[in-house]
Protein backbone atom coordinates (compact mmCIF):
# COMPACT_ATOMS: atom_id res chain seq x y z
CA UNK A 1 0.00 0.00 0.00
CA UNK A 2 2.64 2.59 0.77
CA UNK A 3 5.07 1.25 -2.44
CA UNK A 4 1.44 2.02 -4.41
CA UNK A 5 1.50 5.60 -2.55
CA UNK A 6 4.46 7.06 -3.37
CA UNK A 7 4.19 5.43 -6.79
CA UNK A 8 1.11 7.78 -7.14
CA UNK A 9 3.27 10.84 -5.33
CA UNK A 10 5.89 10.56 -7.65
CA UNK A 11 3.77 10.17 -11.01
CA UNK A 12 2.13 13.60 -9.55
CA UNK A 13 5.41 15.26 -8.88
CA UNK A 14 6.20 14.06 -12.39
CA UNK A 15 3.40 15.87 -13.81
CA UNK A 16 3.73 18.83 -12.10
CA UNK A 17 7.46 19.20 -12.95
CA UNK A 18 6.15 18.54 -16.64
CA UNK A 19 3.20 21.24 -17.14
CA UNK A 20 5.67 23.92 -15.09
CA UNK A 21 8.51 23.23 -17.58
CA UNK A 22 5.90 23.50 -20.63
CA UNK A 23 4.44 26.93 -19.44
CA UNK A 24 8.65 27.95 -18.87
CA UNK A 25 8.87 26.82 -22.45
CA UNK A 26 5.94 28.67 -23.53
CA UNK A 27 7.01 31.37 -22.19
CA UNK A 28 10.41 31.77 -22.85
CA UNK A 29 9.24 30.85 -26.43
CA UNK A 30 5.56 31.28 -27.37
CA UNK A 31 4.86 34.38 -25.34
CA UNK A 32 5.52 37.89 -26.60
CA UNK A 33 5.48 39.99 -23.75
CA UNK A 34 5.58 43.82 -23.50
CA UNK A 35 7.08 45.75 -20.32
CA UNK A 36 4.61 48.02 -18.71
CA UNK A 37 6.85 50.85 -17.91
CA UNK A 38 4.45 51.62 -14.67
CA UNK A 39 4.58 50.70 -11.61
CA UNK A 40 1.31 50.04 -8.71
CA UNK A 41 3.22 52.46 -6.46
CA UNK A 42 4.82 56.10 -6.28
CA UNK A 43 8.50 55.28 -6.27
CA UNK A 44 9.22 57.86 -3.79
CA UNK A 45 9.29 58.48 -0.19
CA UNK A 46 7.33 60.96 2.17
CA UNK A 47 9.02 63.53 3.93
CA UNK A 48 6.93 63.47 6.63
CA UNK A 49 3.88 60.65 7.93
CA UNK A 50 1.77 61.50 10.65
CA UNK A 51 4.42 62.34 13.24
CA UNK A 52 7.04 60.73 11.43
CA UNK A 53 9.93 62.15 10.02
CA UNK A 54 11.74 60.62 6.80
CA UNK A 55 15.19 60.16 6.24
CA UNK A 56 16.54 58.71 2.92
CA UNK A 57 19.01 56.04 3.27
CA UNK A 58 22.10 56.29 0.32
CA UNK A 59 25.14 54.56 -0.26
CA UNK A 60 28.59 55.58 -2.10
CA UNK A 61 30.56 52.19 -4.24
CA UNK A 62 34.18 53.89 -3.48
CA UNK A 63 34.81 50.66 -0.90
CA UNK A 64 37.54 52.75 0.79
CA UNK A 65 34.86 55.42 1.55
CA UNK A 66 32.82 55.69 4.42
CA UNK A 67 29.81 55.99 3.18
CA UNK A 68 29.81 52.64 1.54
CA UNK A 69 27.99 50.96 4.37
CA UNK A 70 24.91 53.75 3.97
CA UNK A 71 24.32 57.06 5.28
CA UNK A 72 21.25 59.58 5.61
CA UNK A 73 20.39 62.17 3.53
CA UNK A 74 17.34 64.30 3.98
CA UNK A 75 14.80 64.22 1.44
CA UNK A 76 15.54 67.57 -0.45
CA UNK A 77 19.27 65.69 -0.70
CA UNK A 78 18.53 62.56 -1.97
CA UNK A 79 20.02 61.10 -5.22
CA UNK A 80 21.07 64.59 -5.89
CA UNK A 81 24.51 65.53 -4.11
CA UNK A 82 27.65 63.71 -4.31
CA UNK A 83 29.24 61.72 -1.10
CA UNK A 84 30.84 64.24 1.15
CA UNK A 85 33.78 62.15 1.96
CA UNK A 86 35.11 61.14 -1.48
CA UNK A 87 32.74 63.04 -3.57
CA UNK A 88 31.42 59.68 -5.85
CA UNK A 89 27.75 59.28 -6.38
CA UNK A 90 25.55 58.74 -3.87
CA UNK A 91 23.22 55.53 -4.98
CA UNK A 92 20.12 54.44 -3.64
CA UNK A 93 20.92 50.79 -3.05
CA UNK A 94 24.46 49.04 -1.70
CA UNK A 95 27.08 48.24 -4.01
CA UNK A 96 26.17 44.07 -2.96
CA UNK A 97 22.83 45.19 -3.79
CA UNK A 98 23.59 47.09 -7.43
CA UNK A 99 25.70 43.50 -8.22
CA UNK A 100 23.15 41.00 -7.16
CA UNK A 101 19.85 42.57 -8.36
CA UNK A 102 18.96 43.84 -12.50
CA UNK A 103 19.89 46.95 -13.71
CA UNK A 104 16.33 47.76 -14.15
CA UNK A 105 15.56 47.32 -10.49
CA UNK A 106 14.58 50.62 -8.49
CA UNK A 107 15.00 50.87 -4.86
CA UNK A 108 14.26 53.47 -2.13
CA UNK A 109 14.82 53.00 1.25
CA UNK A 110 14.30 55.27 4.56
CA UNK A 111 14.27 55.67 8.21
CA UNK A 112 11.18 57.34 9.92
CA UNK A 113 11.37 58.49 13.24
CA UNK A 114 8.27 60.25 15.14
CA UNK A 115 8.84 62.78 18.59
CA UNK A 116 8.65 59.33 21.13
CA UNK A 117 12.12 58.33 19.35
CA UNK A 118 10.98 55.41 17.52
CA UNK A 119 12.36 54.27 13.94
CA UNK A 120 10.45 52.53 11.31
CA UNK A 121 12.08 51.40 8.43
CA UNK A 122 10.83 51.41 5.07
CA UNK A 123 11.60 50.06 1.55
CA UNK A 124 10.89 49.88 -1.35
CA UNK A 125 11.73 47.91 -4.51
CA UNK A 126 10.00 47.78 -8.09
CA UNK A 127 11.13 45.10 -10.46
CA UNK A 128 12.15 45.76 -14.12
CA UNK A 129 11.48 43.24 -16.77
CA UNK A 130 13.42 40.22 -14.71
CA UNK A 131 11.64 38.86 -12.47
CA UNK A 132 14.44 38.01 -10.22
CA UNK A 133 14.87 41.54 -9.06
CA UNK A 134 11.94 41.11 -5.89
CA UNK A 135 11.96 37.79 -4.15
CA UNK A 136 10.52 36.49 -0.74
CA UNK A 137 12.52 38.39 2.08
CA UNK A 138 12.90 35.42 4.19
CA UNK A 139 15.90 34.68 1.52
CA UNK A 140 17.51 37.68 2.43
CA UNK A 141 16.94 38.50 6.29
CA UNK A 142 18.80 34.72 7.06
CA UNK A 143 21.25 35.75 4.61
CA UNK A 144 21.63 38.87 6.66
CA UNK A 145 21.94 37.16 10.06
CA UNK A 146 18.36 37.16 11.07
CA UNK A 147 16.02 33.75 12.57
CA UNK A 148 12.68 34.10 11.75
CA UNK A 149 10.64 32.90 14.85
CA UNK A 150 7.24 33.08 13.73
CA UNK A 151 5.35 34.38 10.86
CA UNK A 152 1.99 35.68 10.61
CA UNK A 153 -0.50 38.17 9.29
CA UNK A 154 -1.60 41.26 9.87
CA UNK A 155 -4.33 43.17 9.11
CA UNK A 156 -4.42 47.10 8.58
CA UNK A 157 -7.55 49.12 8.94
CA UNK A 158 -7.42 51.70 5.79
CA UNK A 159 -9.77 55.07 5.09
CA UNK A 160 -12.78 54.17 2.44
CA UNK A 161 -11.40 50.75 1.52
CA UNK A 162 -10.77 47.29 2.76
CA UNK A 163 -8.04 46.37 5.42
CA UNK A 164 -4.67 45.73 3.81
CA UNK A 165 -3.84 42.39 4.75
CA UNK A 166 -0.02 42.31 5.59
CA UNK A 167 2.77 39.79 5.80
CA UNK A 168 4.05 39.78 9.82
CA UNK A 169 7.60 37.99 10.75
CA UNK A 170 9.19 38.17 14.38
CA UNK A 171 13.16 37.88 13.80
CA UNK A 172 16.00 38.59 16.03
CA UNK A 173 19.88 38.39 15.08
CA UNK A 174 21.82 35.20 15.90
CA UNK A 175 25.22 35.53 17.33
CA UNK A 176 27.75 34.15 14.54
CA UNK A 177 29.78 32.26 16.73
CA UNK A 178 27.25 30.29 18.29
CA UNK A 179 24.62 30.99 15.73
CA UNK A 180 22.09 31.34 18.46
CA UNK A 181 19.36 34.37 18.84
CA UNK A 182 21.50 37.55 21.07
CA UNK A 183 18.91 39.85 20.71
CA UNK A 184 14.81 41.04 21.42
CA UNK A 185 12.54 40.41 18.81
CA UNK A 186 11.19 42.96 15.89
CA UNK A 187 8.49 42.74 13.41
CA UNK A 188 8.68 42.80 9.43
CA UNK A 189 5.48 43.27 7.84
CA UNK A 190 5.79 43.29 3.99
CA UNK A 191 3.57 43.51 1.06
CA UNK A 192 3.35 43.39 -2.75
CA UNK A 193 2.04 45.37 -5.26
CA UNK A 194 0.70 45.35 -8.83
CA UNK A 195 -1.26 46.58 -11.57
CA UNK A 196 -4.53 46.80 -9.67
CA UNK A 197 -3.70 43.91 -7.63
CA UNK A 198 -2.09 43.57 -3.69
CA UNK A 199 -0.96 40.58 -2.03
CA UNK A 200 1.18 39.73 1.10
CA UNK A 201 1.95 36.53 -0.80
CA UNK A 202 4.86 35.31 -2.97
CA UNK A 203 3.27 32.45 -4.74
CA UNK A 204 0.02 34.35 -5.59
CA UNK A 205 2.18 37.70 -6.40
CA UNK A 206 4.03 34.63 -9.24
CA UNK A 207 0.71 33.25 -10.81
CA UNK A 208 -0.54 36.71 -11.52
CA UNK A 209 2.85 37.68 -13.17
CA UNK A 210 2.69 34.36 -15.22
CA UNK A 211 -1.08 34.85 -16.09
CA UNK A 212 -0.32 38.70 -17.58
CA UNK A 213 2.33 37.10 -19.21
CA UNK A 214 0.44 34.16 -20.96
CA UNK A 215 -2.98 35.88 -21.35
CA UNK A 216 -2.41 39.05 -21.38
CA UNK A 217 1.40 39.36 -23.01
CA UNK A 218 2.40 41.93 -20.62
CA UNK A 219 5.34 41.33 -17.91
CA UNK A 220 3.45 44.01 -15.15
CA UNK A 221 6.02 45.76 -12.54
CA UNK A 222 5.59 44.72 -9.22
CA UNK A 223 6.61 46.31 -6.03
CA UNK A 224 7.52 45.73 -2.82
CA UNK A 225 7.21 46.72 0.37
CA UNK A 226 8.35 46.47 3.43
CA UNK A 227 8.34 48.02 6.94
CA UNK A 228 10.24 47.21 9.99
CA UNK A 229 10.16 47.94 13.51
CA UNK A 230 13.80 49.78 14.53
CA UNK A 231 13.64 49.07 18.38
CA UNK A 232 12.95 45.94 19.79
CA UNK A 233 9.86 46.75 22.11
CA UNK A 234 6.74 44.56 23.27
CA UNK A 235 5.47 42.29 20.71
CA UNK A 236 1.31 43.95 21.26
CA UNK A 237 3.30 47.77 21.34
CA UNK A 238 5.73 46.78 17.98
CA UNK A 239 2.79 45.13 15.96
CA UNK A 240 0.65 48.65 16.70
CA UNK A 241 3.02 50.70 15.81
CA UNK A 242 3.66 48.70 12.11
CA UNK A 243 -0.09 49.15 11.97
CA UNK A 244 -0.85 52.33 12.42
CA UNK A 245 2.57 53.46 10.60
CA UNK A 246 1.46 51.69 7.49
CA UNK A 247 -2.32 52.87 8.14
CA UNK A 248 -0.58 56.91 7.29
CA UNK A 249 1.87 55.41 5.17
CA UNK A 250 -0.49 53.70 2.12
CA UNK A 251 -2.24 56.55 0.98
CA UNK A 252 0.96 58.38 0.38
CA UNK A 253 2.41 55.72 -1.99
CA UNK A 254 -0.93 54.50 -3.63
CA UNK A 255 -1.96 55.43 -6.81
CA UNK A 256 -5.36 56.82 -7.91
CA UNK A 257 -6.90 55.15 -10.66
CA UNK A 258 -6.11 58.06 -13.04
CA UNK A 259 -2.66 57.70 -12.06
Not at 97 to 123: C, H, M, Q, W
Not at 131 to 148: A, D, E, K, T
Not at 249 to 258: D, G, L, M, S, V
Request: overall charge neutral; hydrophobic content about 40%.
Amino acid sequence: MNTSGNRTRHLRFAIVCALMSLTCLALHYCVDTSLSDSAGVRVDIPPSVGDWTAAVFQYCHNEDCPAFNGVTSAIENALTDACGSCGAPLHAMSDAENKALPGDTKFIKAVYSNSLNRNAFVSIVVSGRERNSIHRPQRCLVGQGFYILNTDMLSVPLHNREDLAVKLLEITRRNPESGTAHSATQFYAYWFVGQGRETPHHLVRMFWLAWDRVAHGVAHKWAYIAVSSGTPRSSQVAKQDIADFIADFYPRIAKTTTE
